[in-house]
């Protein structure tokens, strides 16, 4: 009987967010909706924004000399690996975009980001419900907040929307491009590159269900081949580059002390990095099992393991261990049935709400615990007058 009634609650649900997605603008005032709800439950310190750091002045000189080594900058800091982080320098480059521009156009891509993860969700399952919430649910995650707290600057954000872009699209030149401005974004950028090449690598899986699971993931369709494309050119150009210019990323802080510290917080950041998310992976390698997909499995798994690890191996663990988010697109589509469109909006709607009670954090080992947790509005503003 409560079965019953919820089902009816979810089926009211869906005819009112049906008929809301049916309405003009749409995305835009659920983006907007989603931008406000994010900035009241987590603001960002809006009042320490410094376009004179050392953090924008790296930034600033890159867009002055692309092949600037960034020497002056000591090799510990994290203003030092900048250096083929050029995506960003670029854009400057050719506009002259001020820091506080950047910062707008930033909120901007954040609004975007829920416009293409909607887009993104409804494509596989053509379904308003789900769609809607599960992008409400990385608007409450640091993939969704990163754009709109991120004063450092780091611009994790351009590089999430990046992502999500070269996965939405079919286009080759798209896929190309939207894949290259994320690697050259950052580094982690182009670790989560595999995810892009494995979600378009999975398409003919729903077609022909007797494809080995070899030609599926390991024999490159057209968009695979420009993902692998998009990441032989940046290694080949950063090669390049290193060599011409003497440009190398400092490796001083990587050390095997900082990995071991860092595993003190493992449960912490593991939670921090999916949050309710880790119920469709998890589920995901559940099913890969349940049908025999062992090679599947297996490549997923030591991907997922490979990234982990090398995320304990710096300081910022939030900011790393998120680049792992765009998997639960990859785990999603594979799990999507039709059959059973009743349980993956229950998914869904169990991820809303462990996303929505889950404390926002950014997990850095290197700042004091309580620099981790962001305030709402209202208890931001509050310490500030008081």
Known sequence: MNNIKFLDYFEIIQ???????????FLIKL?????????????????????????????YIKANNLVDPLTNFSPDSWIAKKVFRLTLPLFIHFTGASPHLIYIIQVLCGMLIFIYAYKLVFKISNDNTISLLLTASISFTYFGRACFYDLAPWFDGFAYLFIICAMYNTNWILIFLFSTLAAWIDERGFIALPIIYFYHQLQPQFNNEN??????????????????????????LRYLLGYLYN??????????????ENFHYISLALWNFLEGFWIIVLLG??????????????????????QLLVTFFVADLTRSGTYILPIVFVMFKYLYDNEVL?????????????????TPAFICT?????????????????KKLI
């Open 366 to 382: 290197d700042w004091p615990a309580e620099y981790w947790y962001k305030d709402s509005f209202p208890v931001y503003w509050l």
């Open 342 to 358: 009743v349980l993956y909006r229950r998914i869904s709607f169990i991820c809303l709400l462990l996303c929505l009670f889950t």
């Open 31 to 59: 983006s907007l909706f989603l931008c406000l709800i994010s900035f009241f439950l987590s603001f960002p310190d809006l009042l320490s924004f410094n376009p004179n750091s050392d953090g924008w002045k790296s930034i």
């Open 211 to 236: 494809k080995s699971q070899f030609k599926t993931l390991l024999i490159p369709n057209k968009s695979g081949i420009v993902v692998i494309l998009s990441m032989l050119m940046y290694l080949s």
């Open 285 to 306: 390698f559940f099913t890969f099992l349940v049908n025999k997909k062992y090679l599947n499995f297996s490549i997923f798994f030591i991907y997922l393991i490979c």
């Open 15 to 25: 005819k009112t967010i049906d008929k809301a997605a049916a309405k003009k603008y």
């Open 247 to 260: 440009m190398k990323t400092p490796s001083e802080d990587l050390n095997y002390d900082l990995f071991i």
